[in-house]
């Protein structure tokens, strides 16, 4: 039912700014909770940020937090991810996905999976 595709991905210095994009097809993208998932280099995926279908709750990740902003565009069948002040902590790759109405904070539970995209924060 829900196609992603992120993109946005590259190489920062610490401190710097990226901002991720996960377009998103399909008819049921409106009633799909969404979130940025992060698999750093030896480590287990983790939800970083994820908002629900209306965009009225949004969560974060408290190593996130204060850094992150999750938004949608559900007119445009897009979720964004704005990174400010990156660490290199920050680095790996960035899923975006898909979940049937409420967001979860573990990855099996999400329905849908984008390719990912690289993100790679230097110091």
């Known amino acids: 039912q829900v196609q992603l595709v992120e993109s946005g991905g590259g190489l920062v210095q610490a401190g710097g700014s990226l901002s991720l994009s996960c377009a998103a097809s399909?008819?049921?993208?409106?009633?799909?909770?969404m979130g940025w998932f992060r698999q750093a280099p030896g480590k287990e995926r983790e939800l970083v940020a994820a908002?629900?279908?209306?965009?009225?709750?949004?969560y974060y990740a408290d190593s996130d937090k204060g850094r992150f902003t999750i938004s949608r565009d559900n007119a445009k069948n897009t979720v964004y991810l704005q990174m400010n002040s990156l660490k290199p902590e920050d680095t790996g790759v960035y899923y975006c996905?898909?979940?049937?109405?409420?967001?979860?904070?573990?990855?099996?539970?999400?329905?849908?999976w984008g390719q990912g995209t690289q993100v790679t924060v230097s110091s």
């Open positions: 996905a898909a979940k049937p109405g409420w967001y979860g904070s573990r990855w099996p539970e999400y329905e849908y």
């Open positions: 399909g008819r049921t993208f409106s009633s799909y909770s």
């Open positions: 908002i629900t279908w209306t965009g009225a709750s949004t």
